[in-house]
């Protein structure tokens, strides 16, 4: 049975550098958001995202938070790994892969 994944928000809580992230967000080693942009600058707001994947009921996806930087190699943020296994909707904290300062979650739902 397919289920329809929508990812719906990025939500900053804490950002890390003082002038906003510039986040972006991959999945399967493959940048999948910002889809026309290099990223997008955060703050503590929740920015929108409308992404619609068909995936199979108990798949495991896993999307990783970066945040582009000019002079440094990018930061990895955070992960997460959602399973499709009930319809609903959720909001899930990322995992902090790094030493930085910032939290974050996504928003998404299963319909
Ligand atoms: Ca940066």
Known sequence: MDYK??????KCYLKDESG???VYLKSAGKKIWPVEEKYVVAKEETTPIELEFIIQKGAVIS???WDHDTLSANDHLGSI???AEAHG???NEFTKQGKDNSKYALEWEIG
Not at 5 to 10: A, D, K, M, N
């Open 63 to 65: 999307y990783e938070l």
């Open 81 to 83: 790994t959602i399973t």
């Open 89 to 91: 909707h959720f909001v």
């Open 20 to 22: 906003g992230d510039e």
């Open 5 to 10: 994944l929508r990812i719906l928000s990025l």
